[in-house]
């Protein structure tokens, strides 16, 4: 009888680890990073974007920062020629800062201006658009949609989403060919800061 109530005492232990350590579904991951973007209100990273033209390749290092609804902000840190460059898009007034010149020039923009390396951007679409791909891998979920209004250089976004943080670690922006245009790796990651 002990030995009956042991060996099933081991069964129930061993079937309640193996489905408490079952790895989430694509779905579920999905549904939790929706919910978290949902309720975002900021968020700040640095950016290493890699800008890959008809001739040659190009690296940049920018802080961003958002804010809903519409405010971004990259600070440019690399090339050095660049360095403390600052753009600010705020609804629709676009601030550009170089404080080696200490130049700052502004100007007013109507219409839709697409800051396509910008997380907040990708969120936007994820929520517009109905043609979303989702898939993933053992660590990444990885979401892929169209842009609107894509041009030949612009026409479809692909962010890598880290599943256990659900926060961006990589964009990619292909243009009509399916070549990659744009890579941006995420780094220090954090919403809501404000």
Not at 67 to 82: F, G, I, M, Q, V
């Amino acid at each position: 009888m002990k030995k009956w109530i042991l060996y099933a005492l081991l069964s129930f232990v061993l079937v309640f680890s193996l489905t408490g350590c079952r790895e989430s579904t694509n779905e579920e991951v999905y549904y939790k990073f929706h919910k978290k973007i949902a309720n975002l209100k900021s968020y700040s990273c640095i950016a290493y974007i890699n800008v890959s033209g008809n001739k040659s390749a190009k690296e940049y290092i920018v802080k961003h920062y958002y804010k809903t609804p519409d405010y971004y902000k990259l600070e440019t840190l690399s090339p050095s020629n660049l360095k403390g460059k600052t753009t600010i898009y705020d609804k629709d007034k676009i601030i550009i800062k170089k404080p080696k010149y200490k130049d700052e020039f502004k100007i007013t923009y109507k219409g839709i201006e697409n800051r396509y390396l910008f997380v907040g951007d990708f969120i936007q679409n994820i929520f517009e658009n109905e043609n979303l791909n989702i898939s993933g891998d053992r660590y990444f979920l990885i979401l892929e949609t169209d842009i609107p209004g894509s041009s030949f250089y612009f026409n479809k976004e692909k962010v890598y989403i880290d599943k256990k943080t659900l926060k961006p670690n990589k964009l990619e922006i292909m243009d009509s060919n399916g070549k990659k245009r744009f890579t941006v790796t995420y780094k220090e990651f954090r919403y809501n800061i404000d």
